[in-house]
């Protein structure tokens, strides 16, 4: 059984500090990653998705991926307000079930303004 | 537009009665599933589909069956609704690779 496991939170950040979110998962096969914004009472939205080990940067966001370490990591700078919503880390692996996306139980992030 | 839409977004039903949640997406993907979302456990599958007449089973298929007979609907019937089956479901697709990038509104579902 996949596991994908991330801090619940909640994680509180001042307006325009970096919020660092980890994750960590099990299954050593697994080939991508991907990180999702839900709002309150919203669906997920996917914000970034990383396939190789390294940083991927889009924006005020970065996506950090070390398959040694089984790790990935979302970094927001200069968070705003509107970064508070719970973010779900999600792993796919390569083939046959492991196709399948696996989500951690998100972490609930606040920007206090 | 490009959208996966659920029907219904609210329902509260009794128990044994049985539904059926409707899923359609106007995105030709041929990837469609099924997740429920309940607090401190985040999303899990209950189903998917590679394609029209293919599905599968995800982490939690007990109390749920689908059917894929279109590429474009996917519902989710619950023949005899429990009251552990109290969730937040969400429908999605997406292209054979890559992640769901498409998930619909939500299905807020109270079995009582």
């Known amino acids: 059984q996949k596991e994908v496991e991330q801090n619940s939170g909640p994680l509180s950040v001042p307006e325009g500090a970096i919020a660092s979110l980890n994750c960590t998962y099990s299954d050593r096969v697994s080939q991508s990653f991907f990180w999702y914004r839900q709002y309150s009472g919203k669906s997920p939205e996917l914000i970034m998705s990383i396939y190789s080990n390294g940083d991927k940067e889009d924006g005020r966001f970065t996506a950090q991926l070390n398959k040694a370490s089984q790790y990935v990591s979302l970094l927001i700078r200069d968070s705003q307000p509107s970064d508070s919503a719970t973010y779900l880390c999600a792993v796919k692996g390569t083939s046959g079930s492991a196709r399948q996306l696996t989500f951690g139980s998100g972490t609930q992030l606040t920007v206090l303004p | 537009e490009a959208q996966v839409t659920q029907n219904p977004r609210y329902l509260i039903t009794v128990t044994g009665k049985k539904l059926t949640v409707t899923c359609s997406q106007n995105m030709n993907h041929e990837y469609m599933s099924w997740y429920r979302q309940d607090p401190g456990l985040g999303l899990r599958q209950i189903y998917y589909?590679?394609?029209?007449?293919?599905?599968d089973k995800g982490d939690v298929p007990e109390g749920y069956k689908v059917s894929r007979k279109e590429k474009r609907n996917f519902p989710l019937i619950l023949e005899s609704p429990s009251p552990n089956q109290t969730s937040l479901y969400f429908c999605?697709?997406?292209?054979?690779?890559?992640?769901?990038?498409?998930f619909g509104q939500g299905t807020r579902l109270t079995v009582v």
């Open positions: 999605a697709s997406r292209k054979t690779s890559g992640a769901e990038a498409f």
């Open positions: 589909s590679m394609n029209v007449e293919v599905t």
